[in-house]
């Protein structure tokens, strides 16, 4: 399946895509990057960027068509674990 894209129609949504581009690094710098950011990435301060909730991969559809209904306000981090 060939699905061309680029992360645009985030941005002109005005949605942020937070993470760590780190595929290429090994795996003891992955990790201390993720360790890094599990410290300072916890709901406390979620709640001082706004509204958000944690959801997981199976509420991603539902959250995606409210989102392109407009439907949606406030962040979501989606979290794989759960």
């Known amino acids: 399946m060939n699905l061309p894209t680029t992360v645009a129609p985030f941005i002109l949504r005005g949605v942020t895509l937070a993470g760590i581009d780190c595929v290429y690094l090994p795996t003891d710098r992955r990790v201390a990057a993720y360790e890094l950011l599990s410290k300072h990435l916890t709901s406390s301060a979620l709640d001082i960027i706004g509204q958000n909730e ?12 409210a989102m392109l209904k407009g439907q949606i306000k406030g962040r979501y981090v989606v979290d794989p674990s759960k």
């Open 54 to 65: 944690i959801v997981g991969l199976d509420a991603v559809p539902d959250i995606g068509a």
